[in-house]
């Protein structure tokens, strides 16, 4: 056929006789004509949100503010979705200890107080434009639910509305409850966290030499008041030396206590399995480095190593560990210094999870040994092996099973089902 196009009353150029415009010329334009633009997704999504907002049933608003609050918690702190996170920090620490001296008011109407006051302090129409922008540029994300892009929608719609709501309070605009929810927690989280680490250290120290004001301090944080304590510890640079100084003393104490040959093992057998297969890996990557890498590469490796080992430390592992420690701290039938021994580790071990941990696995004398013969039987099967795998994790799961253990199983289904993408090479085969 001739590229040349035809006039429409020309013969069609496909030779059957006819003009143009009666045969090929409507299929050619329509060929022609460029595609129809799709339906915008995120169009779809924010009609979907306005719904919600306009539907009189406010049970479906507020599930989708929990759904928005459950995604932005996943999230993390990220530009746009968060109040200025020192300002934050400072605001909520300061009203927290004046609603504490409120001794009538009860927590719920504090609660509401701290709320309203913060919204209103970081609430401005710049960080509703800067929300709304933010979660605009969220609803993109890949693998998002129809639900979770609704649940988007109606929090960029509501931080957009404050340009039309006039003189809207902020506390009546409901997304910034759910920003300050999410970063409430975050923020408890975090003192408590930090709270928690100086409980441990100062649990070694003589209570009896603190102050007043450090015991009232120290009573406060144990009632859950984090501020208290932290702000004693800042104002006192001497107490801060003594508890780094004691808290050194007592992980060196420890590190001595687990290289010698009469010291226990730290970690129950299952506890110690687990460790070996999640560590494995960045374990002998770091061992396989030639002696002249570069000190990047050696940094990376223990970096990897390190990462591993905190996620490997979770909340029930730790839990676990820690109250075995302090039970056996409290043994009638052990001597003063094994108790001793028990309590600078649970201390240190709560201080320094990671770095203690590391000492015990890499420092200790001793392995942990089972709670019967037949444990014991298969603890040397399994590691008598060349490879892990999870079917031969499994006697062993069963029979701890049978022990009436089902923490120490649930621990070892953890190592199975890490064993199902992360199999272990202990050794080759020996021909």
Known sequence: MNSKKPGRNDPCPCGSGKKYKVCHAAEDRARAAPPAAPASSARADLEAAMEVLGDPDVSRLSGALERLSDLMTD??????????????????????????????????????????????????????????????????????????????????????????????????????????????????????????????LVKGLEEEAFSDEAKAALQQARGGDVGALLKYVQEDPELVERIAREAKERAARVESWLRSATSPAVFSPEEELWLTCALWEPMQALKSLPTGAEPSVRRDAVTALMRAVKSALDESFLSGLLGRLREKAKDPGADDAARAAYMDAAIAFEAEPARMSLAALLTARKEAEGRSPEEMVALADLKALTAWTPEAFEPYRELLVSMGLPSAAALIERCQAWLKDHPVTLRTEQV
Do not use: C, N
């Open 75 to 200: 999230w993390g702190p990220a530009s746009g979705l968060r109040f200025d996170v020192k300002g934050f920090s400072e605001h909520v620490g300061k009203e927290l200890a004046r609603l504490s001296e409120t001794t009538e008011q009860d927590a719920a109407s504090a609660r509401r107080e701290l709320l309203v006051g913060t919204v209103r302090e970081f609430g401005t129409p710049a960080f509703l434009a800067s929300l709304g922008a933010a979660l605009m540029a969220k609803m993109s994300t890949p693998g998002l639910s129809a639900e979770d892009r609704r649940a988007i929608g109606v929090g960029a719609l509501l931080a957009s509305a404050f340009k039309r709501m006039g003189k809207a309070r902020p506390e009546d605009i409901p997304v910034l409850d759910v920003v300050f929810d999410v970063q409430f927690r975050e923020w408890s989280a975090r003192h408590k966290e930090l709270s928690q680490k100086y409980e441990a």
